[in-house]
């Protein structure tokens, strides 16, 4: 997710109107956008582990969860 993908978000949210890109209310927002995308990918690859086997299951969990050092 981009800086300018999260800024987007804030407005959409009423957080701000336009947060400036050093702002400490941005870095706040920033932060839980990320803990937000790590939760899920987690819990995407949790029902992977459910309901994929073998090889194809391995690789679809290390793809989720390379996700987040993309």
């Known amino acids: ?9 804030v407005v959409q949210i009423g957080g701000c ?6 702002s400490p209310a941005l870095k706040i927002f920033e932060t ?5 995308a790590q939760h899920e990918r987690e819990a ?3 029902i992977c ?3 994929c086997y ?3 299951k ?3 969990e ?3 969860r390379a996700r987040g050092q993309a």
């Open 44 to 46: 995407c690859a949790k």
């Open 58 to 60: 391995i690789l679809v």
């Open 17 to 22: 109107d336009r947060p400036e890109y050093d």
């Open 62 to 64: 290390k793809a989720i």
């Open 32 to 36: 839980f956008a990320k803990l937000v």
């Open 49 to 51: 582990d459910e309901f």
């Open 1 to 9: 997710m981009t800086q300018d993908e999260i800024i987007e978000m």
């Open 54 to 56: 073998g090889s194809t």
